[in-house]
């Protein structure tokens, strides 16, 4: 895997847990993991907005969200093709968060509930991205979790237009090319039929 490093995250899944899955693209020179650092992750989490977390990062982040990551496209792939789900691995990552709910009262006097992650831990670091992953697994319309049309792209989107009938990862990107690319195909067509 290429591992040079991009230091910009692309927000194209329309979720979350596919933008995370994301970090990993296709590239002519293999895939291009935009993950290469503990600060990276850290980035890319608040980026997200899916980290709580306070203070420094803590050790083996980038393995940890690594590993999460690649437990989750699995998941994500298994869940598309209905095919059984091997969820060891991220109910292990769901139990190691450990948060709770807090309440705290209001400026109006009524409750406020949130949820408080720790931060001690990688797994605890990435607890809402674990989370959020379940609930799309559990609750997300995998008819809509779509992987882009173009052959040379690996991205994952989840498909909200009003239609549904997105194909691209992003109508700037892959659809554009692939719009290139048919209308050369049809200008080389009628050039090959103008010389007949």
Known sequence: MNTSHAPEFRQLGDHVVLDMINTVEQSSAGPVDRWQSDADVVGWLALAGVSAAQGDAPSGLLASARDLRETVRDLV??????????????????????????????????????????SQTAEQWLLPVAEAAADLLAHGDFGLVRKCESDACSLWFYDRTRSHKRRWCSMALCGNRHKVAAFRQREAADAGAKAK
Not at 89 to 101: D, I, K, M, P, Q
């Open 77 to 118: 792939a298994q869940r598309k093709a209905q095919a059984p789900l091997a969820l060891s691995a991220l109910n292990r990552a769901l139990a190691a968060g450990g948060s709770h709910l807090e309440l705290a009262p209001a400026d109006d006097g009524s409750l406020l509930m949130s949820r408080r992650y720790p």
